[in-house]
């Protein structure tokens, strides 16, 4: 049988003669259609290798483009910034503190605990750490806060060499890299390392890790323990906290910044555990003060450095970054407020006992002079800026100009007898006196502290906080302790600097224009940029409210309170101060062109003895201030305080001639050395006298008739 499937059969065709027979041609396969996800992969594969090789490219050409510096910068060296009076004659120099010593002088120890703390992978590194420098750059792009990521070879290339700028911008980060990474290949570690110790800041002054051994032991670098080179290398990163460990927060700091120091030397097998077990935090010498700071120039450098600060600059910049900085200081002006106090002070006072004068050009806000103790290298503490006190009854011009802003008038009455209670509490004039329905000029004149109280009652405490923040004092200091809710808040139970004083009562003298103080008119920076400070004020009243407020404040000066402080050739008006049980006393005066305030009190609070003086704002205050405007003076013209709006033309006020002087003399001259005394005014040991006020204008509320006059009070209990 035959198998007949389809699969076995195969049919036969005849061919023509002489064709051959061809095999059937295969059939082609129809192509596969490309996927759109392998085209866009491969595209996207195209891109991202054009966005890797560009950077690697341009990172390529920025390397080979960029020459190491052929030479150190200046500063590397030494370079000190320079401070300037305001005429340009120079105050002092910051000195850089340098001593460079060779590598071989520095204990293994000592190098290994900078290493810990700055750059543990120093000797693997090429110089650069990718991983910070990329942290940093993110942080730049995205204008997030500014990161660290330099390794001790950028460190020593950004201190060291020429032609990089200390700005924290991309484009010197980058440059800073690339002459990292060829400096990292050109260049022996220990050579590095050896400049790097020569050039960094310790804080201190100290410049080098010699100088830094001395400033901060005692010693040479060479007998330094590894505890004492620990704490050096973690001084690096702040040298402000390891130069003063008495800064609130620094112990604590500088002791966890050692331990991580430590730690690391432990990693890096530079002392076993055992040993740094046995390590015990050190506790540097006593921080020396150079001569160069004597007298009133180290106050006058704490206070340039710290508006420095306020500005941005660093405490490395401020000592070594070449600025040259013209402050406000007038070196003649600085003169006479030291010869004011110094002359004025009793001998045989106690040690404890200090004077604070500060002056103030009311156009600018720029402090011209200040007087902040004997010598800076026996008392650091500024007695004009860091003491904060009571003011006394200096504080009820504030309460006046608030009352004045809310529309009350200088004819208007308040009550000024004595023995008055508010709220539970009961308020007294000095010598329990008592003066009846008064208005505001009589009660700023003879200082009376029921009418103040009587004048913040009507107004309201909070507005009178209100203008005191206009005229600068913070408002953590009006509140603390509940003090602006107090009844006696009027009287000055707050604390307050002579500086807050001075600036406050230059703004009546501008006629109600507040200019922050300040110490520095300008800064130039090494490349030639220069930084100007803003002098423009802000209006917290009106001229007329200061015209009214200075009224009754020269009466203050011509028959009240403060006669001692009158001036021979002009008027002035002013405000003494004077707190509980004579803890503090005050002076706040000015003229057109100046104001100054002064205080005197005890660093320990306790009640003031002044041998041959009364404890009266008027008494030893005022004669200082008088004395110091004596002579600040001389080369001012005459100028005349503005009309009051309300004319008080009454016999105890003598009709009122805008400011003419008291002694006509409007050409009067005097030599600095020859300037004349008021001995009309002498200061006896006991307050001085003055003719008893008359009563109230005809038409007025009825009153009784003053009886005498009442010097101010910080409490209800003691004026």
Do not use: C
Not at 123 to 130: A, E, H, K, L, Q
């Amino acid at each position: 049988m035959f198998d007949e499937s389809p699969s076995t059969v195969t049919a036969v065709h005849a061919l023509p003669e002489g064709e051959k027979s061809e095999p059937p041609k295969k059939q082609k396969k129809p192509k596969k259609q490309r996927s759109r996800r392998a085209k866009w992969v491969r595209r996207a594969t195209y891109v991202l290798g054009v966005l890797i090789l560009l950077p690697v490219a341009a990172f390529i050409v920025a390397y080979l483009l960029t020459p190491v510096p052929s030479s150190a910068q200046p500063q590397a060296v030494k370079e000190a910034s320079v401070f300037y009076y305001s005429d340009g004659s120079v105050l002092l120099r910051t000195g850089t503190n340098r001593q460079p010593v060779p590598l071989s002088q520095v204990p293994k120890q000592v190098r290994d605990a900078v290493i810990s703390a700055e750059n543990r992978s120093f000797y693997s590194d090429p110089g650069v750490s990718f991983k910070g420098t990329a942290r940093a750059f993110w942080a730049t792009a995205t204008g997030g806060s500014l990161q660290g990521g330099s390794t001790i070879t950028q460190q020593m290339v950004r201190n060291y060499y020429s032609g990089l700028s200390q700005q924290r911008t991309a484009s010197r980060k980058l440059k800073e890299i690339m002459i990292a990474l060829k400096v990292g290949r050109e260049k022996d570690k220990s050579w590095i390392l050896q400049q790097y110790l020569n050039t960094i800041y310790f804080g201190r002054g100290a410049y080098s890790i010699e100088s830094a051994a001395q400033a901060y032991f005692g010693k040479d670098v060479q007998n330094l323990t590894p505890a004492e080179g620990a704490y050096l290398a973690a001084a690096i990163q702040v040298p402000t906290y390891a130069g003063d460990l008495s800064v609130p927060g620094a112990q604590q700091y500088m002791q966890a910044r050692w331990k991580y120091v430590v730690d690391g030397m432990v990693q890096m097998k530079s002392i076993t555990p055992q040993q740094a077990a046995a390590l015990r935090f050190p506790t540097p010498v006593k921080s020396k003060v150079k001569d160069t700071y004597g007298g009133q120039k180290g106050y006058v450098y704490e206070l340039v450095k710290a508006e420095l600060k306020r500005m941005g600059y660093t405490d490395d910049q401020i000592a070594k970054g070449g600025l040259k900085v013209r402050t406000t200081f007038d070196k003649s002006l600085m003169a006479d407020a030291k010869k004011a106090v110094e002359n004025a002070m009793p001998s045989g006072v106690s040690k404890k006992v200090m004077a604070g004068l500060v002056s103030v050009d009311p156009s600018t806000g720029e402090i011209n002079a200040f007087y902040g103790g004997k010598n800076y290298l026996d008392q650091a503490f500024n007695s004009a800026f860091d003491a904060k006190v009571q003011p006394g009854s200096g504080f009820k011009p504030y309460v006046l100009a608030a009352a004045l802003n809310d529309g009350m008038s200088l004819d208007d009455y308040v009550d000024g007898s004595n023995g008055q209670t508010f709220d539970g509490t009961t308020i007294h004039n000095d010598n329990d006196e008592d003066f009846g329905m008064v208005n505001l000029v009589t009660a700023t004149e003879n200082s009376i502290n029921t009418a103040y109280i009587n004048i913040a009652q009507k107004i309201g405490n909070d507005k009178v906080t209100k203008m005191a923040e206009k005229l600068g004092i913070p408002e953590s200091q009006l509140t603390a302790n509940g003090a602006n809710t107090a009844v006696t808040f009027p009287l000055g139970v707050i604390d307050v600097s002579v500086e807050q004083q001075a600036a406050a009562y230059a703004a009546f003298a501008s006629e109600g224009v507040y200019h922050a103080p300040h110490v520095i008119r300008w800064v130039t920076d090494r490349d030639g940029k220069k930084r100007v400070e803003p002098t423009d004020g802000t209006r917290v009243f009106s001229k007329q409210v200061a015209r009214d407020a200075t009224y009754a404040m020269q009466k203050v000066v011509d028959n009240g309170t403060g006669t001692n402080a009158a001036l021979p050739d002009r008027n002035a008006a002013g405000k003494t101060g004077t707190t509980s049980s004579g803890h503090q006393v005050w002076f706040n005066g000015f003229i057109p062109q100046l104001a100054a305030s002064v205080a005197v009190f005890r660093t320990d609070n306790k009640a003031l003895s002044l041998p041959g003086y009364s404890v009266y704002g008027g008494d030893l205050p005022a004669k200082i201030w008088h004395d110091y405007l004596v002579q600040a003076d001389e080369n001012m013209p005459v100028k005349s305080f503005g009309d009051p709006s309300v004319n008080l033309d009454q016999p105890q006020w003598p009709t009122y001639a805008p400011v003419q002087p008291r002694l006509p003399q409007p050409t009067y001259s005097r030599p600095r050395t020859t300037a004349p005394s008021q001995p009309s005014v002498p200061t006896p040991p006991s307050r001085p006298t003055r003719p008893p006020t008359g009563g109230p204008p005809t038409g007025g509320p009825p009153t009784g008739q003053p009886t005498g006059r009442a010097y101010e009070g910080g409490d209800p209990n003691s004026m």
